[in-house]
Nanobody, 128 residues
Framework: QVHLVESGGGLVQAGGSLRLSCAAS????????MGWFRQAPGKEREFVAA???????YYADSVKGRFTIFRDNAKNTVYLQMNSLKPEDTAVYFC??????????????????????WGQGTQVTVSS
C-alpha cells in the first residue's frame, strides 16, 4: 500500500521560509514523478511544483523564484523549499506521485488528475 506523508508545515511570518517534506513508502520512489499542490480555504487545489524521476522541474508562475522542489531518492523523499513566503501562500500543501513510466507533458503534470497517489496534507500559514 502506498503512503505519502507530508511534514514541515507551520506558522511563519511573511518573508520567512519553510521546508516541506514528503516521505513515500509502498512504491518504487525513483521511478515516480512527484508533485506538490496546495489548497486554500474555499479555493480549488492548485499546482505548485513537480519533479520528474530524472530531475526536470516545473513550477507555477506564482512560486517561481521563491520555491524549489528537489528529491532524495535514497531517502524516498521529496522536498519543497519555500522562501520569501507571502500571506497568499497560506494553504494546505499536498504531495502527489505518478508512475514516471507513463510519459506525459510538463503541462499535464500541473493537473490533479495526472497523479495516482496523494498524501493527507500539511498546513502552511503565513502571517502578515
Amino acid at each position: 500500500q502506498v503512503h505519502l506523508v507530508e511534514s514541515g508545515g507551520g506558522l511563519v511570518q511573511a518573508g520567512g521560509s519553510l521546508r516541506l517534506s514528503c516521505a513515500a513508502s509502498g512504491l518504487t520512489f525513483s521511478i515516480h514523478t512527484m508533485g506538490w499542490f496546495r489548497q486554500a480555504p474555499g479555493k480549488e487545489r492548485e499546482f505548485v511544483a513537480a519533479i520528474r524521476s530524472m530531475g526536470t522541474t516545473y513550477y507555477a508562475d506564482s512560486v517561481k523564484g521563491r520555491f524549489t522542489i528537489f528529491r532524495d531518492n535514497a531517502k524516498n523523499t521529496v522536498y519543497l523549499q519555500m522562501n520569501s513566503l507571502k500571506p497568499e501562500d497560506t494553504a494546505v500543501y499536498f504531495c502527489a506521485a505518478r508512475d514516471a513510466r507513463r510519459l506525459v507533458t510538463g503541462t499535464a503534470l500541473t493537473r490533479r488528475d495526472a497523479y495516482d497517489y496523494w498524501g493527507q496534507g500539511t498546513q502552511v500559514t503565513v502571517s502578515s
